[in-house]
């Protein structure tokens, strides 16, 4: 886990991409024009509150969400980008992994629509997401890719 995730630093929130096997778990939200992206599918995550630290907002944020406590050794991949909401500050993006019984397990909170697991290609291709999530996992996958390449001994 890459260490600023327990860092105080000034950030705007979190948004993770849960894995569940080769699916990403995605909520629909809420359909009220007052709100950024309203009816489209986005990723679990949101706003910090006082003075938490990456992986606090994450964790209460996925707790609000979907009731599930997220272990630290679940995260995978993150980084650092500029902030949807407001490009002069920053934001954290994280790729975790959930099983299957966790899934089964959530409780949905009073946030969004819906959830449901869609396919990871779906994910990267599809319309009616926010693109900036769209954009980001797509890093994380280019680097996958990338680190897959240089592991197996190719190049």
């Known amino acids: 886990m890459d260490a600023y995730l327990k860092d105080q630093f000034d950030f705007t929130g979190?948004?993770?991409?849960?894995?569940?096997e080769q699916s990403i778990l995605v909520i629909l939200r809420d359909n009220k024009p007052a709100i950024p992206w309203p009816n489209m599918w986005e990723?679990?995550?949101?706003?910090?509150e006082c003075l938490e630290t990456p992986l606090e907002c994450l964790r209460r944020e996925v707790w609000e969400e979907l009731?599930?406590?997220?272990k630290e050794k679940s995260?995978?991949?993150?980084?650092i980008y500029p902030s949807m909401?407001?490009?002069?500050?920053s934001a954290v993006f994280v790729v975790a992994q959930i099983s299957q019984e966790q899934y089964q397990e959530i409780d949905f909170g009073d946030e969004g629509q819906e959830f449901k697991l869609m396919p990871i290609e779906d994910f990267i291709k599809a319309e009616g997401i926010i693109?900036?999530?769209?954009?980001?996992?797509k890093d994380y996958l280019s680097e996958k890719e990338e680190n897959n390449i240089w592991t197996n001994g190719r190049n």
Not at 67 to 70: D, K, S
Not at 75 to 79: F, K, M
């Open 14 to 20: 979190v948004k993770a991409a849960l894995l569940v």
């Open 43 to 48: 990723l679990t995550g949101g706003g910090r």
């Open 67 to 70: 009731g599930l406590i997220l």
């Open 75 to 79: 995260i995978i991949w993150s980084r």
């Open 85 to 89: 909401l407001d490009k002069d500050r």
């Open 131 to 137: 693109p900036q999530l769209q954009e980001r996992f």
